[in-house]
């Protein structure tokens, strides 16, 4: 599965995820700064999901128009460590994260 981060999730956390993931960051491929819906365009069908960050990416932009599932991760506070506790939920919600909609992994959400 192709997976690529968004610019407000932190670099290192791309190292929590093993094979048969192949992710990239936003960051290391240049394309940090890019307005989300160009971002998005560039995503569409080339990944599997885009992990973001942006709790206002949803209201922004319609997302039915790409072919990418997007996942909007919100631990409590924007840490590393808070972020890879979130890990276990993001693997187990990509199978059934729909492309072209939202799919929310929060820290309220984890037991």
């Known amino acids: 599965m192709r997976l690529?981060?968004?610019e407000n999730?932190?670099?290192d956390l791309v190292?929590?995820?093993e094979p048969p993931h192949d992710v990239d960051h936003v960051e290391e491929l240049g394309w940090?700064?890019?307005?989300?819906?160009?971002?998005?365009?560039?995503?569409?069908?080339?990944?599997?999901?885009?992990l973001t960050g942006d709790t206002?990416?949803?209201?922004?932009?319609?997302?039915?128009?790409?072919?990418v599932a997007v996942i909007v991760i919100r631990p409590h506070r924007n840490t590393l460590a808070e972020f890879i506790a979130l890990v276990p939920a993001v693997?187990?919600?990509?199978?059934?994260?729909?492309?072209g909609a939202v799919t929310v992994v929060s820290a309220a959400a984890t037991p």
């Open 32 to 50: 940090k700064g890019i307005k989300n819906g160009d971002l998005l365009g560039r995503i569409s069908g080339n990944y599997d999901a885009f």
């Open 56 to 67: 206002s990416l949803p209201h922004q932009q319609k997302l039915s128009r790409y072919d």
């Open 91 to 99: 693997l187990a919600a990509l199978p059934t994260a729909p492309k």
């Open 9 to 11: 999730l932190p670099v």
């Open 15 to 17: 190292q929590s995820f």
């Open 4 to 6: 690529i981060f968004d």
